[in-house]
């Protein structure tokens, strides 16, 4: 029992691990190429070089695109004195920051399987119970999703196996249709045998 329910969490791990992944290289991609476009249309020297360097920086956990993008734009406005560029800098910042807060949970949570709800509330979760370590924001929904998954396996019938919705399956998976259940009805019971006269 125990060594069935330790392979089905390694298991479950390294597949939620593989999409986790997947979702990761879609978000990055999404922020590089923000970054390309706007430090381009800012006028930034170096901008390609400057965009791989702060998505490098994005991946880290907790830093994000705030400890690179910030000082710059303060250095900008302060020591630079050039109010124009570290005003866009900003507005980048803030437009990337809005834009990754809105689409992460539905790419996290179509890639891995859960609501963009289930992959809020179990990050920050995770946060809180891992006193606010930025590694509980990743631990968070990889525990919920792998509990998920076996939860599932173990007990198709309450788990609701039968509909599968956009975020049951994985990402640009297509979903099942619901299997159809036929109605048979025994009209034998119904039939009397009359005596001839």
Do not use: C
Request: proline share 5%; net charge negative.
């Amino acid at each position: 029992m125990f060594d069935s329910l330790k392979a089905q969490v390694v298991h479950e791990g390294k597949l939620t691990l593989k999409d986790w992944v997947k979702s990761q290289i879609i978000l990055t991609a999404i922020t590089l190429a923000g970054l390309l476009l706007g430090l381009n249309l800012i006028g930034i020297d170096h901008w390609i070089m400057a965009s791989v360097a702060i998505t490098i920086v994005d991946l880290l956990p907790v830093l994000g695109l705030s400890i690179t993008m910030i000082p710059w734009a303060f250095y900008e406005l302060v020591f630079a004195k050039d109010t124009k560029t570290g005003l866009w800098i900003f507005f980048l910042f803030i437009i990337l920051m809005v834009l990754k807060q809105v689409l992460e949970p539905f790419i996290r949570g179509a890639s891995l399987g859960i609501s963009p709800w289930e992959e809020i509330i179990s990050s920050v979760a995770g946060f809180a119970l891992l006193g606010g370590n930025g590694l509980g924001l990743l631990l968070g929904p990889v525990v919920y999703i792998v509990g998920k998954k076996i939860y599932r396996t173990n007990h198709p019938a309450m788990a609701g196996r039968a509909t599968t919705g956009y975020f049951d399956r994985g990402f640009g998976q297509k979903a099942e249709p619901a299997p159809k259940q036929e109605t048979v009805i025994d009209i034998t019971d119904d039939v009397v045998d009359v005596p001839e006269e």
